[in-house]
């Protein structure tokens, strides 16, 4: 009797087993399986993952029997990995590298969905990488960590951990973590400051993905990203300019047989604030004493940009006054902000220390300023000659008006004189 009833909740089991498969196949496509009728929770997660849309499923990750509606699906005998027993979890942070690595460094599977597979080639010299994989550190990030596990989305979907604006924040995770970097001395706070410099705010607020994330300085996967031996040459890739200048500078060579970092040694590469004049005093005193030929060579840049900016200021207030007077300065407006243009490019090209260099700009964007003052002041003193002309015209109306008044009134009473009373 026990044998029939068991008999029966095979035959239901077999059943729904058949109903479920069915209607799953119907509905979705996907190749069905049963775990995910006693894993609902993690089979609603998994769904919407990039993963259940190319049909990877459970048991390509876990193994075990995708037919079998009891807890016998777990065999090992169908490649089960997990270990049931001890509630740790199925994978070891180690093991998870290796398992994504499968597929994501088969290069002819990737190739067709026309996506890198040298993830995990780059990720074994990586500082994660090496912490987790070589030293056994099961604090480092491992590839679920950044991509999570059930809910890998495409990189491009804005609810993805690894978007280019969520970035920061997914390395945030640990990064901000006091205690857990507190271990390794490294500083908390650099999310927080990356967030409150000019890329982060920029990537937060403005949506712009021309500036860096954590990512885009330090690589996905890698040490640092394509193309850059060390992080802290990546700046250059985006600020070609600056660093074409201070490729030319005395400092590079300097830099580069003392080992000290580039960029980095004047600007903070996570607090990236917007950098001014105060500069050429507070970089440059770290390493030059006040009063030595470096610290004077500083003081000339400053005070040669500084100069040039109160003589755009001087035309500007110039150009103010006209337009009062109502004369037409839309070209002029426009030539001064091609001499701005001229000065901000002297910036990027004070990195190479020569003032010829910086010259260049400052002497071209006064030059315009100088045309601009000159035109403006010709055109105010024609007002000017223009306004006295009409001052001693309507001067002279006014006299000729008057006196022919005053002539009138001599008259009539001249002629009340003359006339006789009768
Ligand atoms: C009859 C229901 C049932 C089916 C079918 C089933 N599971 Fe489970 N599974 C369980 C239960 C119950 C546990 C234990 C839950 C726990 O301990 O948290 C479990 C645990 C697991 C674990 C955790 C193992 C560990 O060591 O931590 C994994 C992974 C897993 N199942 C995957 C699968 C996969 C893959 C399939 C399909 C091949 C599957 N399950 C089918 C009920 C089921
Ligand atoms: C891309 C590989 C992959 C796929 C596909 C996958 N899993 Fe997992 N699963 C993992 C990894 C990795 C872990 C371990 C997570 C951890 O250690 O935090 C895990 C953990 C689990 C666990 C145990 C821990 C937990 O979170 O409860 C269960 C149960 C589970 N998966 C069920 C499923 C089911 C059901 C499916 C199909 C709907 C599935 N998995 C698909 C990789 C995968
Ligand atoms: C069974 C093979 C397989 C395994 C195992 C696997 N993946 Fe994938 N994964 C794929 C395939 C195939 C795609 C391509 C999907 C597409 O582009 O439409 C993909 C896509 C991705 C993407 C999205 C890429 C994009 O287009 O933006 C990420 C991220 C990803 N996988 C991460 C992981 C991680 C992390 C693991 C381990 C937890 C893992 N994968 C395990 C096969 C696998
Ligand atoms: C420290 C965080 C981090 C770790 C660890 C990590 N990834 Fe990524 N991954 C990213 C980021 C960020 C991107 C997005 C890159 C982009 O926007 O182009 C990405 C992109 C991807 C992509 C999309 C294709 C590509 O290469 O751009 C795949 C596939 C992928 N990762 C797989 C993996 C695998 C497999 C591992 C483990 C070996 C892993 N990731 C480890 C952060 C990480
Ligand atoms: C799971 C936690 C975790 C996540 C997520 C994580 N990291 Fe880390 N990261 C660590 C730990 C722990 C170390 C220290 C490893 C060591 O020094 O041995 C580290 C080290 C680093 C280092 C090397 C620091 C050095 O000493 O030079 C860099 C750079 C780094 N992480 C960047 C990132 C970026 C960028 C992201 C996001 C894309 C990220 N990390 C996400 C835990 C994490
Ligand atoms: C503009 C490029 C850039 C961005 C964006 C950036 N970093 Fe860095 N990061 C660097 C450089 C360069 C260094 C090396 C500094 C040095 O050599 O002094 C560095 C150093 C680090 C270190 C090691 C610090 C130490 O004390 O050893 C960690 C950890 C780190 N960054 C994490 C992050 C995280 C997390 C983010 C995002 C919130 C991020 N970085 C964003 C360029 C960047
Ligand atoms: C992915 C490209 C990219 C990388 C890499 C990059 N930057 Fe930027 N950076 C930008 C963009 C874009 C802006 C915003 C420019 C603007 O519109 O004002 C910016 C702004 C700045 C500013 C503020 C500019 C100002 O007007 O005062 C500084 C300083 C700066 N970056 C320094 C750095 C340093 C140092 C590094 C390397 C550690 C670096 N950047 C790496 C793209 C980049
Ligand atoms: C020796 C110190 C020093 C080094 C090294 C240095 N800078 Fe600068 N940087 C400055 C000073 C000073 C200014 C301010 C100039 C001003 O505002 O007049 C500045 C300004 C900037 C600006 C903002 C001005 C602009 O163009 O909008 C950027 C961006 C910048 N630097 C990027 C870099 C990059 C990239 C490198 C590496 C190739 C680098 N810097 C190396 C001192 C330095
Ligand atoms: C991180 C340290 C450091 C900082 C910061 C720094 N310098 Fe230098 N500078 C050097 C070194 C080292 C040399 C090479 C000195 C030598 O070879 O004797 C050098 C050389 C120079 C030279 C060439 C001197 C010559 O006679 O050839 C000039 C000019 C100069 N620096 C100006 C500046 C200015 C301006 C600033 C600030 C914007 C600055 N430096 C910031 C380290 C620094």
Redesign the pocket.
Known sequence: MGGERKMGNKLLAILVLILFLGADAAANQKRPNSCTVCHGDRAVEYAKSIHASVQVTCTDCHGGNERDLEMTAHARRFGFKGNLKDGRPPFTKQEIVFLCSRCHSDTRLMNTYGLPSDQLQQYRVSEHGVALLKRGDRNAASCSDCHGVHTILSVKDPASTVFYKNVPETCARCHSDDRLMARYGISAEIPERYRDGVHGRMLQQENRKDVPNCSRCHGSHGAAPPGVVRVENVCGQCHAKTRQFFDAS??RP??QA?G?SQCV??HDPHYTERADLS??ES??T???EEGS??YR??QQ?RVLVQETEQELAEVEEILKSARKVGIYVDPYVEQLSEARTRLIEAIPASHS?ALEDIERYTSEARGIAADIQIELNTHLGERNLWRYLMLGIWGFILIVVVSLYLQMRRREKELEQEEPVE
């Open positions: 005395p400092h300097a830099f003392r000290i040694s004047c500069y050429f970089r440059c770290s390493c030059h030929g470096e060579r500083a840049i220390l």
